[in-house]
């Protein structure tokens, strides 16, 4: 997801300049259309609109006689032209992109349409990559639901009693680190400062526990049976002194296991009660709902900072080590499987 809103800002940060009637990118001396231009591309939309009756993704520039058109297309990605004002389907930021993305049902068909006088260069090409990428992060998404549809139907059955006894954190320490998974935290956890107050991912706990940190709260989100692996080696007596944040239909072996204080959010999925304060995970993972619950909890105040939450592995390992991944191979490793090779499948999921 991440690729995804990178590789948009960097799109909508391209604005055309107009220089007697022809219309330049900055970066570029030769022109990419004419005033003439314009009014034959809006034919092509209008029939394209007409021969297309699923959804249309449209990357090029605005103009305010396009402006009827603007209906034509579920969205719209302006790269630069005149002011526009933000509107259903106009795509101005990241956020709204990830918000289409995540709009995205397995029954619709997806037309992808780019303006014809982008040149056929690196910035055709970075279009392209960032159309494919963020669909194919779109599509993965869509895999997961279908996965996890039983799942979390289960889950919810599990947990339902398990709900009335958790709280929303109200009052609790602003964190100074968010820590998640990511094999960048083996070395970065070295320099943290004993005395931080530290926000961990179940991925993570293990070895920040090993490392002697205390931790303010950790976060399991995951529905998944693999969650209840990342708390394997550590003593109920250690549990018992910690707090944890999860999500309703998180799998049932984490909400069970002995933590001092359990912490709850309503959040849109309909399984899910509404009792508790409610939060969005934009991004639909654990880094999204340390960052939903710190801004609920401290608005205003900035992010604190991240490490392993940036989406990069490190020769294909996805993970740090002392992760449930490396010790579920652990036991079977030999010349032939090991850890490393095991994250080389795994982190595929993660390009």
């Excluded at 910035?123 to 996890?148: M, P, Q, V, W």
């Excluded at 409610?278 to 801004?295: E, P, Q």
């Amino acid at each position: 997801m991440e690729q995804s809103r990178q590789c948009i800002e960097e799109i909508l940060q391209w604005i055309l300049i107009e220089k007697e009637g022809r219309y330049y990118l900055p970066f570029l001396n030769s022109p990419l259309y004419s005033e003439r231009g314009t009014t034959r591309e809006m034919q092509l939309l209008t029939a394209l609109r007409k021969e297309n009756p699923g959804k249309l993704i449209y990357v090029g520039p605005y103009r305010a006689e396009w402006r009827e058109a603007e209906s034509f297309f579920e969205a719209w990605i302006p790269t630069g032209g005149e002011q526009w004002n933000p509107g259903p389907g106009i795509i101005v930021s990241a956020d709204q992109w990830i918000e289409f993305l995540h709009s995205i049902r397995p029954e619709d068909s997806l037309t992808v349409v780019v303006h014809p006088s982008f040149p056929a260069s690196m910035y055709r090409e970075t279009i392209d990559n960032c159309l494919r990428n963020s669909l194919a992060y779109a599509a993965g998404r869509l895999k997961t639901l279908r996965h996890f549809t039983k799942i979390w139907e289960y889950n919810a059955r599990r947990n339902a009693e398990l709900w009335k006894a958790f709280t929303f954190p109200e009052k609790i320490e602003k964190p100074d680190y968010f820590i998640l998974g990511g094999p960048q935290v083996d070395n970065a956890v070295r320099n943290i400062p004993l005395g931080a107050v530290l926000w961990v991912a179940d991925t993570a706990l293990f070895t920040v526990l090993h490392h002697g940190f205390s931790v303010s709260l950790t976060f399991s989100v995951d529905a998944g049976f693999a969650s209840r692996e990342h708390f394997f080696g550590i003593p109920r007596k250690a549990l018992s002194k910690l707090d944890i944040f999860v999500d309703f239909l998180s799998h049932p072996a984490v909400l069970a296991l002995p933590f001092r204080k359990t912490y709850s959010y309503s959040s849109s999925h309909p399984l899910t009660p509404k009792s508790l304060p409610a939060l969005v995970n934009g991004s639909g993972d654990v880094k999204g709902i340390m960052t939903a619950l710190f801004t609920k909890l401290f608005p205003g105040k900035d992010l604190p900072e991240m490490i392993g939450g940036t989406g990069l592995h490190s020769g294909l390992v996805s993970h740090l080590r002392g992760s449930a991944y490396h010790r579920r191979m652990a036991t079977r490793a030999n010349r032939f499987i090991t850890a490393e090779n095991y994250f080389r499948i795994l982190s595929q999921r993660y390009r």
